[in-house]
């Protein structure tokens, strides 16, 4: 008798098992999704925030998000209230924000200090020099431009103004803002009057001495245009005023600038299009 109810026991047994199985698989599933949705406390905006403004404790509130959610760039509380990392209370903000967002690492301007010797290539060197509006293509050079630099000085020995190409395909790395330490200046309102560039430690000296006896230009320059002349040609008064010298510049302008009127191109070579009245 008992051996006719071994297959039927085992097969409640093996019934039994593959329930427990699933039942754990099931749980362990539900856990796992569970795990994603626990939440932490992180630090948000408690107000909109304009782009620039130094934080205190009225600005800013805690609330919970989703582990999942949350990186290394959030601003973590722990449960006694504890920020993780350096309080932002005193910090600028570099982006705006409005209530509820998230305030991260990367939004204040120390964070934006370290990241800039990232853009500094190994052996070179960032120099800034002083502008103004006249001698920086009125202020339309940004980051990431192109310029090439001159610089205007006087001859010690014939009390002459000279100039000469200091500088070619020079990458611009920054602009410094009037009052950048102490007024902020919404974008549309944004003056600047130092600018920064890449440049070798031979160059950064070069720019050092011509910004201390002379005047220096920036002109900006298509940043896919690699040309490069192997000479300088130093610039004076006397080539200024030699009518032979601007008729070879000027013929040398229309071959190398494409002209375009109306519809019609003066001539064949590609280069950068001037439209002209």
Same mark, same amino acid.
């Given at each position: 008798?008992?051996? #006719?109810?071994?297959?039927?026991?085992?097969?409640?047994? +093996?019934?039994? /098992?593959?329930?427990? =199985?699933?039942?754990?698989?099931? &749980?362990? *599933?539900?856990?796992?999704?569970? *795990?994603?949705?626990?939440? %932490?406390?992180?630090?948000?905006?408690?107000?909109?925030?304009?782009?620039?403004?130094?934080?205190?404790?009225?600005?800013?509130?805690?609330?919970? /998000?989703?582990?999942?959610?949350?990186?290394?760039?959030? /601003?973590? %509380?722990?449960?006694?209230? !504890?920020?993780? *990392?350096?309080?932002?209370?005193?910090?600028?903000? /570099?982006?705006? @924000?409005?209530?509820?967002?998230?305030?991260? %690492?990367?939004?204040?301007?120390?964070?934006?200090?370290?990241?800039?010797?990232?853009?500094?290539?190994?052996? #070179?060197?960032?120099?800034?020099?002083?502008?103004?509006?006249?001698?920086?293509?009125?202020?339309?050079?940004?980051?990431?431009?192109?310029?090439?630099?001159?610089? !205007?000085?006087?001859?010690?020995?014939?009390?002459?103004? &000279?100039?000469?190409? +200091?500088?070619?395909?020079?990458?611009?790395?920054?602009?410094?803002?009037?009052?950048?330490?102490?007024?902020?200046?919404?974008?549309?309102?944004?003056?600047?009057?130092?600018?920064?560039?890449?440049?070798?430690?031979?160059?950064?000296?070069?720019?050092?001495?011509?910004?201390?006896?002379?005047?220096?230009? @920036?002109? +900006?320059?298509?940043?896919?245009d690699l040309d490069y002349q192997e000479k300088r040609q130093v610039v004076d008064f006397k080539t200024l005023m030699t009518g032979e010298r601007a008729s070879e510049l000027?013929?040398?302008?229309?071959?190398?600038?494409? =002209?375009?009127?109306?519809?019609? !191109?003066?001539?064949?070579?590609?280069?950068?299009?001037?439209?002209?009245?």
């Open positions: 008798m008992l051996s #006719g109810k071994n297959p039927l026991f085992i097969a409640l047994a +093996l019934g039994l /098992m593959a329930g427990l =199985i699933a039942y754990s698989a099931i &749980k362990a *599933q539900q856990k796992k999704v569970k *795990q994603g949705w626990e939440t %932490v406390n992180i630090l948000c905006a408690k107000i909109d925030i304009p782009e620039g403004t130094e934080l205190d404790n009225e600005m800013i509130a805690v609330k919970e /998000m989703p582990v999942k959610f949350v990186t290394e760039s959030n /601003m973590k %509380v722990d449960e006694e209230g !504890s920020l993780k *990392q350096n309080s932002p209370v005193g910090q600028r903000v /570099m982006v705006p @924000l409005k209530a509820g967002d998230p305030i991260l %690492v990367s939004h204040f301007e120390s964070a934006r200090e370290a990241e800039f010797s990232t853009m500094i290539n190994p052996k #070179g060197r960032a120099v800034t020099i002083d502008v103004q509006e006249r001698n920086a293509v009125g202020l339309w050079v940004r980051p990431n431009d192109h310029v090439d630099v001159i610089g !205007s000085f006087r001859d010690p020995d014939l009390n002459q103004l &000279k100039t000469v190409t +200091l500088l070619q395909n020079v990458v611009v790395l920054a602009t410094g803002h009037i009052n950048a330490n102490t007024t902020y200046v919404p974008d549309e309102e944004k003056r600047y009057q130092t600018v920064t560039l890449l440049a070798l430690p031979e160059e950064a000296e070069l720019l050092t001495l011509a910004q201390e006896t002379g005047t220096i230009t @920036l002109l +900006l320059r298509n940043p896919d000027q013929q040398k302008r229309y071959k190398t600038i494409q =002209i375009i009127r109306g519809n019609k !191109s003066a001539t064949e070579n590609t280069g950068v299009a001037v439209k002209t009245e």
